[in-house]
C-alpha cells in the first residue's frame, strides 16, 4: 500500500537531530527560558488542606510587597477544595523572592474538613468520607464478559490466581508544566511548554473568552511531555489572568513541588487475575476485577476530569471466556491525565506476570507459551527473533534455581497500541526561494522527538537535497494547522503531509519553470528560474502513507540481591515495530527513553500519600525516585523495518512491556512473585518471607 | 526564605561571635540552604565558614588521623591514603549523595545535617520534630525510618560518614563557649536519640572544627544499601573496624547508619566480637547481638533483615574474604 520511495539516501537511515547544534550549545530558547521584554514571575498559591471550603482569600498583603505587579485568585466565590494542592491564588512579581514573600502574605479564611480519603483501599470502604457530595466513591463496574468463564475453568488443566498492583505515577518530564503569558489589548500571545500549540490555543481561546485569531501560541522548543500538556492549564489561565492585571508578559513554570500535585498523573491499579489454561497452554479462561484512581477526577457522578482508571484486560490475548469488572475509585488527590500509552503498562505488568505465573504452573517455556497464545503475527515473528539475540533457550532455568546470594533471572512481555494513521487535517507549507532554500512550516510540536528532523529527512529524500539544507520551522499557531502530539500520531499525521507538499512543490516547479525534474542536482537552477518571487506550496495529509497498530516485545535479564532485595537490570532487548523507519537513531532514542521510563515504573516510582495529613510526601526527586544513568543497563534495539505499512508511531509501544518483563525476570530469578509495582529491595525481601512482622503499634 | 545576613569569618572565635545564637554557618550549603527556602530553620546571619585557616586539611599522624570540619567528601573520597589506611571511610564517603554535591560538601556538615524524615521535610505538616503533636510517620509512612529510638520521634540519622566515624572511635572535636570539647559520635548524638526536637547535641553557636580517627584499627569496611545503585541515601548503612591478628579481631566497632537517631551501636557485640576469629556463624550472632531490640513498625520492618546481612557483609569484608 505504501506509496514511498526504495533504495532510500536518508530515509530509514540515521541523520543527526537537526536542532542538535542549539540544543547542545545552549542557544535552543526552550519555554522556560523566554524572556519577553519586561516579564515578570509568577507563582501559584496552593490549598495546604486536601479537604476545605475556601470562604475568602484577602489578596491586600501579598499586594504590598515590593516587586509584586498583580495577584489573582484561581476561582471568584466560596470555593470547595478537594485535594492537597489545589490552586487557590496566583502572585507575579519582578523577582522570585518577592512571588514567595507574596505567597506567604495571602489570607485565606477556610473551613476547613477533617474528613477526606487520599488512598484507594480506604477510599472503597463503606463509611469511607466522601469526595464528592452525595456521589460514592466507587463508581458503577464497567463489565465485559464472553463466552462462559464459569464452566470454563473446570476445564482448565492449570489455573492461577494472582493480586496486581500499580502504583500512581507522576508526570515529571525534564521541563515543567508552564508557559510565559502575555495578554494585551491586541490579543494574547504564550509561549508553552506544550504538547499541542493548537489545543492551548484553543483553551486559552475558551478560558478567556478570546476569539481563536486573538491567541498565538509559540513553542520553539520544549523539555517533553508524555501526555499531561495538552491545555493551557489552571496555571496557563492564572498566568494570562496576571498578566493582563500586570500589564506585562508573566512566565510562571510550575515548580517539582507544583508538578507533582496538580498536573497529572498515571492511574493506580489493583488487578486481581483468575487464569486459566488447557493442557496444550490455550488459554482458556480469564477472569480480571481491577480497581484505581484517577484522583478526585474519578468515582461516582463526579463526571471527572481526568478520565476513569480502566486497562485493557487480558491485554494482547483473546480468551474465548472472559469477565471483566473494572471499577474507577474517587480520592482527595490531583487527578490523572493521559500518561505514555494509558492503560497499557499497568495491563502489560498485570497480564504479563499473570501469563508467566500460569506458563510456571503449567511447565511451559514462558515465551513457547506466548507464542501459543499471543494473535499477532508481528508480535510472534518479533518474540522469534528476540530470543534467538536474547539466548532465551540457553538462558531460561525454572524459577529460583539461580544458585547463590545474588540470583540472576530472564523474563520477557510484549506490547500493543493502536495509535491512528494520523490527524487527516494536519496541513503544512514550504516556502521555496529563487537561491533554492527551502522552508518548510508545520503547525505542530516537536516534543523532542525529533519532529523537525524527521521532516528534513523527507523532504531531502522526495527533493534530493540534504537535510541541512532544510529549514523546518513548526511550534506556531500562525503555520498551517498540526495535531497536538499524543498516541504516537505525530509522524503518521506529519509525514504524509510533508510527502504531499513535496509532491506538489515538484509539480509546480516543473510548471512555473519548464523543467521536467526539479530534484536533486536540477533543484537550485530550476529555483532560479523562479525570477524574483518565492514560491509557496501547500500539503496535506493524505492516504497510503501511514498506518496505526504498532507492536513490540522486550526481553529483560536481572540480578537480584536475596539478602538486600536491591534489583540491578543487566540487559533489555527490545525488538520493536513502526512501520517505515524514518531516521534510526531518533528512533532509538525514543525507544531508549520508553525503557528507562518503564524502568522507573517498574523499580522505583511512587506517588506516596500520607493517610492522617492528606499531604503528598515525595514532591521532589529524592523521595520520588527516578531511574539514574547508574541504574540504567545495557540496552539493545532490533528494528523491523516495514516500508509496506506506512508511517506507524512509536511514543507509546516503547514503554509499554518494561515494567512486566522486569517483574517477569525478578520472579524467575527469586522463584517468588513480587505481585506490586515499584519493585524495591523491602518487597523483594518480603516476598522471599524474609520480613518479621512489625512491633505492636505504640504511640 | 527569609532575609538574612551575610558575613565572612577568618578565625573560630570570630565566626561563633558573627553568628551568635540565631546565626548558622554556611560551608557547603547543602543542607542549610535547602532548609532556608523550605522555611524549616532560619537564621539572621549566615557566617561563611569555607575561609576559617586550617580546617580544609586531612593530616595524617602514626597514632591519630585529623581530618578538618571544611575538608570536602570528594578530598576524602580522592585521597589515596586514606583510601589505604581507612578504607571504609573512603567507600562511605564515595557513596555520598552525587558527584557534585560531593565536590562541595564538607565533613563538619555531612556530620550536622538535618533530618531527611519526609513529614519533617514537608512545608505543610508540623510533626514533633517541628513543636507539633505528634510523630506522623509512627502510624503512616514509615518505611524509611528507625528501628530504634529513645523518644516518640522515629527520624533516623543518615550521616554516612558519622557511622563511619563511630566504627572507628573518632571523636568530633567542638568549639564550645570559647573551648575545644571533644565529643564521641555517641555523644555528638545522644540528644537526638532523647529529644525528638534536636538532630545532635550541638547547642546554638557550636562549631565542628575537626574530627580525629585514631589508627587503632587497621581494617575498616563500609556498606550501605539503597533503592537505587547511585545518588540514592542509604535504607541502611553498616560500617566495622577492627585491629586483625590473623584471623583474630581486636577492638572491634560496628556502627548502623539509617535505623536510630544516632549511629546504632551496641557495645554487647562489640565485646562479644573482641578476641573472635571472624567468620560467618560469629558475624551472624553479632547481627543477632546488634539487632535484638530492633521495634519494626508497619513498613520498615524489611530493616531487619537488611540490616543483618549488611552486618555480616560488613564483618565479613574486614577480612577481605567477601
Known sequence: MSNWPTDNKYISHSTLRIDAPPKLTGSARYSSDIQADGWLYGMIYRSKWPSAKILSVDLSKALQVPGIKAAVVAREGQVNIRYYGEEIAAVAGTSKQACLDALRAIEVKAEVRHEFVVNEDEARKDNAPQVWDGAANVSAPHVHENGSVDTAFPECAAVIEGFYTTPIQIHNPMETHGNTVSWTDDGLTAWSSTQGITSVRDGFAGALQLDHSKVRVITDFMGGGFGAKFGPGAEGVLAAKLSKQAQAPVRLMLTRFDQALAVGNRPSSFQKIKMGALADGTLHAFEGENYGTAGIGAGGDSGGGGGGADIPMPYLYKVSNSRVKQSSVAVNAGSARAFRAPGHPPASFGMESAMDDLAVKLGMDPVEFRLKNDPSPIRQREYKIGMEKFGWKEKYEKPGSSPGVVKTGIGCAGAAWGGSRGDRNTQGEAQINPDGSIEFRLGVQDIGTGTKTIIAVIAAELLGLKPEQITVRVGDTNFPYGPGSGGSTTSPSVSPTVFNICQNALQQLQTQTGLADARGDNWFAACKKLGVSPLVVHGQWQQGLSTDHACGVQFVQVSVDTETGLVTVDKILGVHDCGLILNQNTLESQINGGIIMGMGYALYEERVMDDLSGVLLNPNFETYKLPGIADVPDIEIVLINMPERGVIGIGEPATVSTAGAIANAVANAIGARVSSLPITPAKVLAALGKVPSPSPAST | ?322
Open chain 2, 1 to 322: 526564605m527569609k532575609a538574612f545576613e551575610y558575613a565572612t569569618a577568618h578565625s573560630a572565635a570570630s565566626a561563633r561571635d558573627l553568628a551568635g545564637s540565631t546565626g548558622a554557618y554556611l560551608a557547603g550549603g547543602n543542607d542549610l540552604l535547602g532548609l532556608l527556602k523550605d522555611y524549616l530553620v532560619s537564621a539572621n546571619i549566615l557566617v561563611n565558614i569555607k575561609s576559617l585557616p586550617g580546617l580544609d586539611k586531612i593530616e595524617s599522624g602514626d597514632k591519630t588521623w585529623t581530618i578538618g570540619a571544611l575538608v570536602t567528601v570528594a578530598q576524602i573520597e580522592n585521597d589515596a591514603e586514606i583510601q589505604k589506611v581507612f578504607p571504609g571511610l573512603h567507600d562511605a564517603a564515595s557513596e555520598v549523595a552525587s558527584q557534585q554535591i560531593r565536590n562541595v560538601a564538607t565533613v563538619g556538615g555531612n556530620l550536622a545535617q538535618h533530618s531527611r524524615c519526609w513529614y519533617f521535610r514537608h512545608r505543610d505538616t508540623v510533626c514533633l520534630k517541628k513543636n507539633g503533636d505528634l510523630c506522623y510517620a509512627r502510624n503512616g509512612e514509615n518505611r524509611y525510618h528507625s528501628l530504634f529510638t529513645g523518644n516518640s520521634c522515629i527520624s533516623p540519622v543518615v550521616s554516612s560518614l558519622a557511622t563511619t566515624f563511630a566504627a572507628l572511635d573518632a571523636t568530633a572535636i567542638v568549639l564550645r563557649n570559647g573551648k575545644e570539647t571533644r565529643l564521641s559520635m555517641a555523644e555528638l548524638y545522644q540528644r537526638a536519640w532523647e529529644n525528638p526536637l534536636a538532630h545532635n547535641s550541638l547547642n546554638p553557636g557550636d562549631l565542628i572544627l575537626r574530627v580525629e580517627i585514631p589508627t587503632t584499627r587497621s581494617r575498616s569496611a563500609y556498606l550501605q544499601a539503597s533503592d537505587k545503585h547511585a545518588f540514592d541515601w542509604a535504607l541502611v548503612s553498616c560500617a566495622a573496624a577492627a585491629e586483625m591478628d590473623g584471623g583474630t579481631m581486636k577492638s572491634p566497632r560496628v556502627a548502623l547508619g539509617s535505623i536510630s537517631p544516632v549511629p546504632h551501636q551496641v557495645e554487647a557485640a562489640n565485646q562479644f566480637l573482641d578476641g573472635k576469629v571472624l567468620d560467618d556463624t560469629i558475624a551472624t550472632q553479632a547481627a543477632d547481638l546488634i539487632l535484638k531490640d530492633a521495634k519494626p513498625l508497619e513498613h520498615n520492618a524489611y530493616k531487619v533483615p537488611l540490616a543483618h546481612a549488611l552486618i555480616r557483609r560488613t564483618l565479613l569484608k574486614l577480612k577481605g574474604a567477601a
